[in-house]
């Protein structure tokens, strides 16, 4: 069985939606760069080993990606997972993961790289938002989408609400493309993810 490292820094409700998955594969160990991450608790309580490599104390970030690097191995994961990671990786570190670490973005990149997306999304006025899975590549929130789900957005919307919207198809999509993933049907051809096998749907329209 593939396994898997999942890396949060916060609430971790993507990485719980993974973990209830029922994903052929086995969730190693979740690691956080915070020692306050809420969803550490669920982890732990879930039987999964947990681990924090403290951001704080590293004064560089080749030292922190080097000790992350070290926590890792110790599972030998086909897949690191990053799950509201709230931390720019080194290129090292991303290269050495190259093709075997993936995100959840939430926005339909190439659309909002960056922070603060939901409230980007209002102020453009947009009417179709989401969440990306993709590859991590050392340029942030750029490597080749896996899927994506969209939401439409509504006059009423606030931050939260939109954001609330999306988060619901995080959780669907993510545990998806790490499916693929981890039966082995996901290629890379110049840049472009292809799904092998019938039940592909890379895209997902939320209707509400
Ligand atoms: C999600 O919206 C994810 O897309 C973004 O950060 C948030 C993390 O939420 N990268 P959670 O920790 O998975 O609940």
Redesign the pocket.
Known sequence: MKSVVIL??????????IVGAGLSAKVAAVISNRAD???LKFAAQSGIPTQVVDEREFSSRGAFDAALEAVIEQHSPELVA?????RVLGRDFVRHYSGRMV????SLLPAFPGLH?HQRALQEGVKLHG?TVHFVTPQVDHGPIIAQAAVPVYAGDTERTL?AR??RQ?HRVYPLAIRWFVEGRLAVENGIVRVDGPDARQAILAEE
């Not at 990053?82 to 709230?86: E, P, S, T, V």
């Open positions: 949060i820094s916060g609430r971790g409700s993507n990485m719980e939606a991450a809420a969803g990053l799950a509201g990671f709230m995100n959840i973005h939430p997306t969440c954001a999306v988060l995080e």
